[in-house]
């Protein structure tokens, strides 16, 4: 994480949408603390586990006729940190869509690890994901082995390790338990 800008100097969330709305599509970017972050090109082995995760909630709705949404992420806003609109990699949306670049409600955020996801960028996501009012699961999943982590606002935001191709990733809040095999699946993992 870069040096905080003073508040004075920061972008703000409609300054940001402005810069990216005259973007060529494509870029993935983020506002983290007032400043625009354009995030590397994804693995395909990262884009695999994203796809295994949105399709594997996306089953899970169908069959439970589930209310909530799985999706891509989309901009989040995040109460705690009003300069800032990180795009989880995956997110389960307690409303239908409002073809929004902007979410509120996100009850379930899942970052899927890259090696621009350091210690001090994943405690800080915690923190801001853990603002979002309905907000109930961030988990990150890892891209190198069989590894998930899960903290749930029921058990006060601590970790929950979950490791191999046998366990599952429990979110109570949704009624699921994802596991790590699927999720893992078309990868050198599986």
């Given at each position: ?47 695999f586990i ?108 601590i970790e ?31």
């Amino acid at each position: 994480m870069p040096t905080k800008l003073a508040e004075k100097d920061q972008m703000t969330i409609e300054e940001f949408l402005a810069f990216t709305g005259e973007r060529p599509d494509g870029g993935h970017w983020e506002l983290i603390e007032g400043v625009a972050f354009m995030s590397p090109s994804p693995t395909d082995w990262h884009q695999f586990i994203v796809t295994n995760v949105v399709t594997w909630l996306a089953n899970r709705k169908t069959e439970t006729r589930a209310s909530w949404f799985p999706l891509v992420g989309v901009g989040t806003i995040v109460p705690v940190s009003p300069n800032s609109l990180p795009q989880p990699d995956v997110m389960v949306k307690e409303h239908p869509g409002r073809g929004s670049h902007v979410s509120e409600d996100a009850l379930v955020v899942l970052e899927i690890l890259s090696r621009s996801n350091t210690k001090t960028d994943r405690a800080w996501r915690r923190r801001v994901y853990a603002s979002i009012p309905n907000c109930q699961h961030y988990v990150t999943i890892s891209t190198e082995r069989a590894e998930a982590v899960c903290y749930a606002r029921a058990d006060g935001w601590i970790e929950h390790t979950s490791r191999g191709l046998r366990e599952s990733i429990e979110l109570a809040a949704i009624d699921a338990s994802i596991p790590l095999r699927d999720i893992y699946r078309f990868t050198p993992i599986e």
